[in-house]
């Protein structure tokens, strides 16, 4: 059962390079900076789970970290490149309410 | 009043205290884990920026003024360096951390610890350096020259 | 003699007996690690054929979503009560709150920029066999 | 705001567990510091209210994301099929979603529903409304919608009524 386990793993893991190749695909291929901007996005999804699948196979909880910062940094990511393809610049407040926050 | 990027404020406000735990726990858990002072800076630094992201760049300056970043890259270096000189003081070797304590290996963990932290001061407050340079510059072309 | 074979009959006699349990979690762990690639591998080809950019937006969230949180349940089955459990529960909860707000902001770009999105009925064009 | 520190508090508490896993007092000394430093600069960005605090209203919320994950099934099903099929037949359609939501926060959270539903995707949020694109026009019914809005916001805090 060991083995199969580790077998199945391992083509998880294989099935998900696969999928991020043909994502890249879109990557290089897409019409519109937009869909490269999607395709960016969810190869990193991608890479968090080939991240968590690949600690799982190797038998290091640690790297679940890794897999967990990877998540929050795609979010920071695409919102930064976004953010700079609109405006041309990272300096615009895009928040219309007061700071404080408080509902208006 | 319209405000389009709602989702974004709210999302943002969610996570930043999140990523900024995240950001101290690699700090502190150097020696069980990946992590250290180096990583554990671009995270701390990264909740900062997308503060600076949703808020605006006025708004980040305010709430980690840039008198602070200027404070903070000193007192990172001087935190490593001193350590290193503490322990000379003591009699040991630079950066020798075992003299900081009576046991060699509670020493050697205080003198990490205090290591680790000047790295992290300096790495989080140069990366917001960079940051609030490159954002403070202004587009140089029109939004109908692209 | 009798005892002999009394003593190579017991260690089979256990080793009949199945852990349950482990049954359990090996088949939940298969069963949801292969619906999570096939998501993922159907997000993908989505994203490949659709026509136009909001259409696939579509198929990216697909594989955000469900394709995504079965591979993670797949591992938790295997983790069982442990640290990891709980690290790949954040790590769902993480991909679940970020995913969709990232799709929306590519979207909201996109409407902002003036990329008109494609409207109606749409089938994909016959393949030409002959060339 | 104290209520919305306090409650920010546990939740990097209960955070910081799940993070560490180590119960030594070296390293609970630190968490108690990096917490009191999260909150410093969270205080220094003046997020501290409901919003960067959302777990006020947790059990609500873990009750609306079992009743969405199965919505998130169904969605998953039809859109696998239409993208699956040789002829691809998909129609997509833009309508205004009305969100008479009145806190951000549960807008929020109709948005992001609407978008974790795959075949719907929110495009543009407007004061009283969200713009949403659907990928088949058999999904585009305003009485689904209406009852995710209400529901969502329920989970958040926000009581709009029946469903």
Known sequence: ???????????????????????????????????RLLAVNSFGTKTVLFLCVFCFIIDRPDGVDIALLYALMNFIATIAVLKFFNYRALDVNLNRVSVKGEDA | MHDPHV??????????????????????????????????GVILAASVILYALIFGLDAAKKAFPPSWVRIGMTIGVLLYGGTGVVTWLLGGEYLNYSVLAH?????????????????????????????????????????RDW | MIELVLAATAPSESAVHIDWLSVFRFAGSLISLAAGLFFVLAGTIGVIRLPDFYTRLHAAGMTDTLGAELILLALMFQ??????????????????????????????????AGLKPLLGPYKAPEVDEGT | MFRSALILVLALVATWLTLSGYFKPLLLKLGVISICFVLFLCFRMRILDRETAAYGTLPRTLSYFVWLFVEIVKANMAVVRAVLSPSME??????????????????????????????????????????????????????????????????????MGDV
């Open chain 1, 1 to 35: 059962m060991e083995t199969a386990l580790g077998y199945m793993f391992l083509a998880g893991a294989f099935a998900l390079i696969v999928s991020m190749a043909l994502m890249l695909a879109r990557l290089i291929g897409g019409p519109t900076l937009y869909d």
């Open chain 2, 7 to 40: 989702l974004l404020r709210v999302i943002s406000k969610f996570l930043i205290p999140i990523i900024a735990l995240f950001a101290l726990y690699v700090q502190f858990h150097g020696d069980y884990g990946p992590g250290g002072g180096f990583q554990a």
């Open chain 2, 103 to 143: 046991e060699a290996s509670h020493g050697q963990h205080y003198g990490i610890l205090a290591v680790e932290l000047g790295v992290l001061v300096t790495v989080t407050t140069v990366m917001i350096a960079i940051f609030y340079a490159f954002g403070s510059r202004q587009p140089e072309t029109d939004e």
């Open chain 3, 79 to 112: 983790s069982g009560f442990s640290q990891m459990t709980l690290k790949l529960v954040l790590v769902a909860i993480f991909l679940l709150i970020t995913s969709p707000t990232a799709t929306h902001a590519v979207a909201h770009a996109a409407h902002e």
């Open chain 4, 90 to 159: 998909v129609s997509p359609k833009v309508v205004k979603v009305p969100a008479p939501q009145k806190t951000d926060i549960a807008k929020s959270m109709f948005a992001n529903s609407i978008t974790l539903t795959p075949g719907t995707v929110s495009v543009n949020m407007e004061s009283d409304h969200i713009l949403v694109h659907a990928l088949l026009s058999e999904m585009s019914d305003p009485a689904d919608f209406a009852e995710m809005g209400v529901r969502s916001a329920w989970a958040v805090g926000e009581d």
